[in-house]
């Protein structure tokens, strides 16, 4: 079963990008015919459904994904990994939604948002037919792209065409919760081509519970600085503030979903090279992906600090202005959040070093909670926005000093103070001449394409000077494209 993997870095990149564009696509009309309290009230009640689809997915998505990978050599083997951990998986989501009817029917009190909370019913719901984790251990990234472009249309379309007004908040919640279970069903057509469904083992299911478990926990920490955020402000502040903290996330996730992209592709990747015991190349590839985050996620964050006032102005409207000081402190974390992708994609979990994610992850959620009770009350959203930004440092400290035994990054300290200084020469230069050009979108505009133009050409400049192996793999990939 053959891969490319530049083409599969592709592939992930367009598939996160779908997972986020529509939310962003969508939010200057949303913004608009919603308001910042609608937006707030869906992002509540999704922020409380994803934890049910959290636990039902039960760390599935990692660890299916590199037992997959381990496997796929031997097709016998690969039948009976899939079926006892999609049986495994289908049980726990089963037992989860119905928990889901009953909190919703029984324990959840706030008439006013009930209804949509039943909505999402659908989003939960979704989690069972998930098996994403299948594609990307086989490295089959091709599919999961093709199906998401065709839902993200469709969904997009539906919410030009049915959302029209403030009180059409329910329709949006159908929309989107609806559009996560078509997205996760239609894929299954494509099972028979690659798989066979097995008799289950109970053996087998059995020793997938500890490690999926000990992969859920950090995902679940995760969450208590991407979800709870939400949760906390909700419940301790106004609904709006959910809603400008809602829409800074999603500017924020969608670029920081081109990076871990890279990390998506590569952890089965790594994970079959581990197996392998072929060390040279998962040195050559960390090397790679470390030089080349660097690189990205320091352009991105500066960037996003440049242009974070007048961008959430144009984008989502005036009443959105909060946006810009949101947009500014959370592009912080980007740099943080890449390279700890990297460590823990490329190294921690192909080489199961999972319990040293866990400890980093539950580490950052603890940092996240005390600062959210502290600040929420006084800052409001930008409280919840310097508790994730300290959340990440966190985890990426960590996790960086946990591996720093094993794996040499003093020598890529130099590669990020220069492009740390790359990204300050860009952030001034389009600050300015967004300040000085009118109108105000011609600027926005001019800037941005002035700071990729400045901060390619500084990068291209310094990887030629060093003779970097990024540049080299690009060099010989035009090359090898002409020939």
Same mark, same amino acid.
């Given at each position: ?13 367009? /598939? ?12 200057? /009309? ?125 969904? #997009? ?24 279970? #078509? ?135 005036? +009443? ?154 690009? +060099? ?8």
């Amino acid at each position: 079963m053959k891969s490319n993997l530049g083409a599969n870095i592709l592939y992930q990149i367009i /598939y996160q990008m779908l997972i986020l564009i529509l939310p962003v696509a969508t939010s200057p /009309y949303i913004s608009r015919i919603l308001g910042a309290e609608q937006l707030g009230i869906y992002s509540y009640t999704y922020s409380i459904a994803y934890y049910f689809a959290l636990v039902a997915a039960l760390g599935i998505n990692n660890h299916g994904s590199r037992v997959i990978a381990e496997a796929k050599h031997d097709k016998k083997r690969l039948n009976q990994v899939f079926s006892d951990l999609f049986t495994l998986h289908a049980l726990i989501a089963i037992i989860v939604f119905a928990i889901y009817i009953f909190y919703l029917f029984f324990i959840f009190q706030e008439v006013k948002v009930k209804i949509y909370l039943a909505i999402q019913i659908f989003y939960v719901l979704s989690v069972f037919f998930d098996i994403n984790w299948l594609f990307f251990g086989l490295e089959q990234f091709k599919i999961t792209v093709t199906r998401n472009m065709i839902v993200k249309i469709i969904t #997009v379309l539906s919410i030009f065409i049915f959302i029209k007004e403030e009180t059409d908040l329910w329709k949006y919640c159908f929309i989107m919760s609806f559009g996560f279970l #078509v997205s996760q069903s239609v894929v299954w057509m494509f099972v028979k081509k690659y798989v066979s469904f097995v008799k289950p083992k109970w053996d087998g299911m059995k020793k997938n519970i500890i490690p999926m478990i000990i992969l859920f926990v950090p995902t679940v920490a995760v969450s208590l600085y991407k979800i709870m955020d939400k949760i906390m402000l909700g419940n301790m502040s106004v609904k709006a503030e959910v809603g400008y903290y809602e829409n800074s996330e999603k500017i924020i996730n969608m670029l920081v979903g081109v990076i871990t992209a890279v990390g998506t592709v590569m952890l089965p990747k790594m994970s079959s090279l581990v197996s392998k015991g072929e060390k040279k190349l998962v040195e050559y590839y960390m090397s790679l992906s470390i030089k080349l985050v660097i690189c990205f996620s320091i352009a991105l964050s500066f960037g996003l600090v440049a242009i974070a006032f007048q961008f959430s102005t144009a984008f989502f409207g005036e +009443k959105f202005a909060e946006c810009g000081y949101l947009i500014m402190i959370l592009a912080c974390s980007v740099p943080f959040i890449a390279f700890a992708n990297v460590i823990r994609t490329q190294y921690l979990i192909p080489n199961h070093r999972d319990k040293l994610y866990l400890v980093s992850v539950m580490a950052g959620a603890l940092v996240n909670i005390i600062i959210n009770v502290y600040l929420i009350p006084i800052m409001k959203a930008r409280g919840a926005a310097v508790g994730t930004v300290c959340a990440e440092a966190t985890v990426c400290m960590i996790q960086t000093f946990a591996v720093s035994k094993s794996i040499n990054l003093r020598q890529y300290v130099r590669y990020f103070n220069t492009f740390l200084l790359f990204g300050i020469i860009m952030c001034f230069c389009v600050h300015w001449t967004i300040d000085i050009i009118e109108p105000p979108l011609v600027g926005l505009f001019l800037g941005t394409v002035e700071g990729i133009f400045i901060y390619t050409v500084m990068a291209v400049i310094y990887m030629v000077a060093i003779k970097d192996d990024v540049w080299q793999l690009v +060099k010989s990939k035009v090359k090898g494209y002409w020939k």
